[in-house]
C-alpha cells in the first residue's frame, strides 16, 4: 500500500485513455474485510503550566485548553506514536481509526492532528513539544469512563510505516486517558480495517518523478483545491459513451434540437466514456471523480453551489457524500455561486450551506469554522454577507470563515475585509493575464488574509464565442509560478470539469490524464519543494486547426480572441522532464527537426502544420521516451476548435 489513494482499479487507470472506450468503473471488492490492531509504541502528555516537565511515566493522557486549571497557560496535549506493519499495498476501502479509552466521563471535545515534528515519549516536555498539522483529521466529543472513543484517522495513513498523532482540546475541563502504561492493555489503539486487493491495482502513477504520499502533502499548510462544475459529471444518463446524452446533445452541432448550431455544438472535449453501471450510477461516478482528484495529489474541491433545489444541488449532496465515503480527509470547501442562487435569501442559503456542513468532508479550519468562499462574492454586498454570516451562526451555531472568491478583487477587497478570512479571485487565462499574479496575494497578505491563487490550463467558450490563448502549456506553468513565487495560501485548479469553458483538468477524452499529470509536478513543487526528475518523460500539446481556419459546418458564431489576452498563435510544444540532458526529435505533418534539451523541466514550440504530430527522446543514441499524438491537425476542421490537444510518453 505505497499509497493507497494511487492503487486506482483498472476502470480508473482506464479513463486516462483518450478514447471513448466503454469501461465500466470497479465494484466494491467482494472479499470481506480485514481488521487489524496496533498498541501505542510511545504516548505521553506535555503540560504548558509544567514547561520542563516530563509525564513520560504517567499512567493516564491529559489533554486540555489553554484555561485548565484555572489559568491562562495551562493547555496539555498528548502524543501517541504507532509502528504499522503487514498492510498489504493493494490493499482497499482502508478505515483507520485511533481508539482511546477514558479515565473519567466529561462533556469536552477532542480533536486529533498528525505530528509534523519529531518527538520522543522519554524526552518531550512542553518546551520541547514538536509541531502539528494545521488541520484536525476528527475530532470527537463526550467522553464516558471506560468507554472507548474512536478518531477517524484514515486520511494520515497509507500503509506500512511509524505515525505519530497529536490529541488536542479547547475546554477548560481535563480530558483523562488511558496510556500505554496504564494496567489492562487499555492505551491507544490503531485499528485499521481494509479488504484485500485484486492485484490489478496501479501502485504509481506514471510519472517523471515520485509523488509524495497522501499524508506528507496534506500535512502542508498549503492547499490545492479543484473548483468542481456540477453540469458536467462522468455522465448525465449512464448510457453508453458512443450515444450517451454528452455524444448525442453536446458534441454534435445539431444536438439538443439545434440549440448549440450556431457555434457548432456546446461542447468540444468530454469526460472519457464508460459502460452503463447498475445501482447508484451518479454516486459512484463522483466517488471515481474523488479518487481521480486524491491519485492527483489534490487537497479536495471546491464545489460550485448553483441552486439549493435542482439536480445541481443533488449532485453537491452527493459529492459530499461520496468524499466522505471515500476519504474524509479530502475536503470540499462550499462555494455558493451568487449567479445561480441570485433569488435566494440568506435564511435559506444559509439552512443549506448548514446541512452540508454537518458532513466530516466539508472543509472546516482548525477552530472549527466552516469555510465558505462564494463564486462572484460580489454578487452581494459585504454588508448581505455579513448578516448571513450571523445568521449561521446564531441559527445553526456554525462560524464562518469567509473566503470571498472575486471577479474583480481590487474593487471589491475594502468592502469585504473586515468579514473576510481570506481572499480569492477567477483569474485570466491566458500568459498575459498572468504575467504578475504576485500582486495580488502581497496585498492580500498585507491586509492578514490568507490568499487563494487561481491555477488554470486555457479557456475557449463556443457558445461565448470567445477564447483566451493559452500558449499550450505557458498558462499553466505561468499561473503556477505566480502561486509559487508570491507565497500562496491555498490554490484553486479553474476548472476540474467545467467542459463548456473548456477550463478542465478533470481526466478527459482529449487529454486522458496528461494536464494532471504536469500539474502534480507543480503542486508538489508549491507544497514540498520541487522533486527529483527520476523518469524521462515528454509531453505534446497542440490544437487540432490553425486558429484561423474555417469550419466546413456553417456555423454563424466564431470564437474570437478575448481583449488583452495573449496574442493567438498555431504552435505545437514538447514539454520535457529529463534526468540528463538529450535530444529531442519532434515530428510534425513529416518534417523532422531536433534540439538539445537540458536536464530538469524545459519546454519548445514549433509551428504547427497539418498531418501528425510526435516527438522521441534520445540519449546515446537510444530512445528514453516518445509520445505519440493520437490528434492529427487538419486546415480544414468540421467545427471551429480551438482546445489544446495534450498527450503524455508515460500513459
Known amino acids: 500500500m505505497v499509497n493507497r489513494y494511487r492503487t486506482l482499479l483498472t476502470a480508473v487507470t482506464a479513463l486516462a485513455t483518450l478514447g471513448t472506450a466503454a469501461v465500466a468503473p470497479s465494484q466494491a471488492s467482494a472479499v470481506a474485510p480485514v481488521t487489524t490492531t496496533f498498541a501505542a509504541a510511545e504516548d505521553v502528555f506535555v503540560s504548558q503550566a509544567e514547561p520542563a516537565k516530563s509525564f513520560a511515566t504517567a499512567t493516564w493522557l491529559s489533554v486540555c485548553g489553554s484555561g485548565c486549571g484555572s489559568t491562562t497557560a495551562g493547555q496539555r496535549a498528548a502524543l501517541v506514536r504507532f509502528k504499522v506493519a503487514g498492510i498489504p499495498e493493494d490493499a482497499e476501502d482502508v478505515q483507520v481509526t485511533l481508539d482511546v479509552i477514558s479515565a473519567r466521563t466529561t462533556d469536552t471535545t477532542v480533536s486529533v492532528r498528525p505530528v509534523t515534528g519529531d518527538w520522543t515519549e522519554a524526552a518531550t516536555t512542553w518546551n520541547t513539544r514538536p509541531g502539528l498539522g494545521e488541520a484536525a483529521l476528527d475530532s470527537h466529543t463526550g467522553f464516558t469512563t471506560g468507554a472507548t472513543a474512536k ?11 511509524t505515525y505519530a498523532f497529536a490529541l488536542t482540546g479547547t475546554s477548560d475541563t481535563a480530558t483523562v486517558l488511558m496510556s500505554s502504561r496504564e494496567t489492562g492493555d487499555r492505551g491507544p489503539k490503531l485499528t ?9 491495482e496501479q501502485t504509481d502513477g506514471p510519472l517523471p518523478f515520485t509523488l509524495p504520499g497522501t499524508a506528507a502533502l496534506r500535512a ?21 459513451p458512443e450515444n450517451d446524452y454528452y455524444a448525442r446533445n453536446y458534441l454534435k452541432p445539431e444536438g439538443e434540437s439545434g440549440k448549440h448550431a450556431a457555434y457548432g455544438g456546446l461542447l468540444r472535449d468530454r469526460p472519457p466514456g464508460r459502460s452503463p453501471i447498475t445501482g447508484d450510477y451518479a454516486l459512484a461516478d463522483l466517488k471515481t471523480e474523488v479518487k481521480q482528484a486524491i491519485a492527483a495529489g489534490l487537497d479536495g474541491f471546491t464545489v460550485d453551489i448553483l441552486s439549493v433545489t435542482s439536480a445541481h444541488w443533488t449532485r453537491v449532496q452527493n459529492l459530499v457524500k ?8 479530502f475536503k470540499i470547501v462550499l462555494m ?7 433569488s435566494v435569501d440568506s435564511a435559506t442559503l444559509a439552512a443549506a450551506m448548514a446541512k452540508l456542513a454537518a458532513s466530516k468532508s466539508v472543509y472546516r479550519l482548525a477552530d472549527d469554522r466552516l469555510v465558505v468562499a462564494p463564486f462572484k462574492a460580489e454578487g452581494r454586498t459585504a454588508a448581505w454577507w455579513s448578516s ?10 456554525i462560524k464562518v470563515a469567509l473566503v470571498p472568491c472575486f471577479l474583480d478583487f481590487n474593487k471589491n477587497r475594502e468592502a469585504f475585509a473586515s468579514i473576510s478570512y481570506g481572499f480569492a479571485n477567477w483569474g485570466g487565462r491566458n500568459p498575459a493575464a498572468n504575467a504578475n499574479l504576485t500582486a495580488n496575494i502581497t496585498t492580500a497578505h498585507g491586509m492578514g488574509k490568507i490568499w487563494m491563487q487561481p491555477v488554470s490550463i486555457q479557456d475557449e467558450r463556443p457558445n461565448q464565442g470567445i477564447f483566451d490563448e493559452a500558449g499550450n502549456t505557458e498558462n499553466l506553468r505561468a499561473s503556477w509560478k505566480g502561486a509559487i513565487d508570491g507565497k500562496a495560501d491555498w490554490v484553486q485548479l479553474t476548472t476540474w470539469n467545467d467542459y463548456s469553458e473548456n477550463t478542465q483538468f478533470a481526466p478527459s477524452r482529449n487529454a486522458g490524464w496528461t494536464y494532471l499529470d504536469i500539474n502534480a509536478y507543480y503542486l508538489t513543487c508549491y507544497k514540498l519543494g520541487c522533486p527529483k526528475i527520476t523518469n524521462d518523460s ?16 456553417a456555423q454563424t458564431k466564431l470564437m474570437k480572441l478575448r481583449s ?15 534526468t540528463a540532458a538529450a535530444k529531442v526529435s519532434v515530428t510534425i505533418g513529416g518534417t523532422t527537426q531536433t534540439y538539445d534539451a537540458p536536464a530538469g523541466v524545459s519546454a519548445r514550440t514549433f509551428p504547427l502544420k497539418a498531418g501528425a504530430v510526435s516527438a522521441t527522446v534520445s540519449r546515446s543514441s537510444a530512445a528514453v521516451a516518445k509520445v505519440v499524438s493520437p490528434y492529427p491537425v487538419t486546415a480544414t476542421p468540421y467545427v471551429q476548435d480551438l482546445h489544446y490537444r495534450a498527450a503524455s510518453s508515460e500513459r
Not at 455558493?336 to 441570485?342: I, M
Not at 515528454?538 to 459546418?553: D, G, K, N
Not at 488583452?564 to 529529463?578: K, Q
Open 151 to 161: 478518531l477517524d484517522v484514515s486520511a494520515a495513513v497509507e500503509g506500512d510505516g
Open 192 to 200: 485499521i480495517t481494509y479488504t484485500e486487493g485484486t492485484g490489478e
Open 220 to 240: 502542508s499548510g498549503k492547499k490545492v483545491f479543484a473548483h468542481y462544475f456540477t453540469p458536467y459529471p462522468i455522465s448525465l444518463d449512464n448510457a453508453a
Open 322 to 329: 461520496a468524499a466522505e465515503a471515500v476519504d474524509p480527509g
Open 336 to 342: 455558493p455561486d451568487t449567479n445561480g442562487l441570485a
Open 388 to 397: 448571513w454570516m450571523k445568521t449561521m451562526e446564531s441559527t445553526h451555531g
Open 538 to 553: 515528454a509531453y505534446l500539446t497542440h490544437r487540432i486547426q490553425p486558429v484561423a481556419a474555417v469550419p466546413s459546418y
Open 564 to 578: 488583452g489576452s495573449t496574442a493567438a498563435r498555431d504552435t505545437v510544444e514538447v514539454l520535457s522532464m529529463l
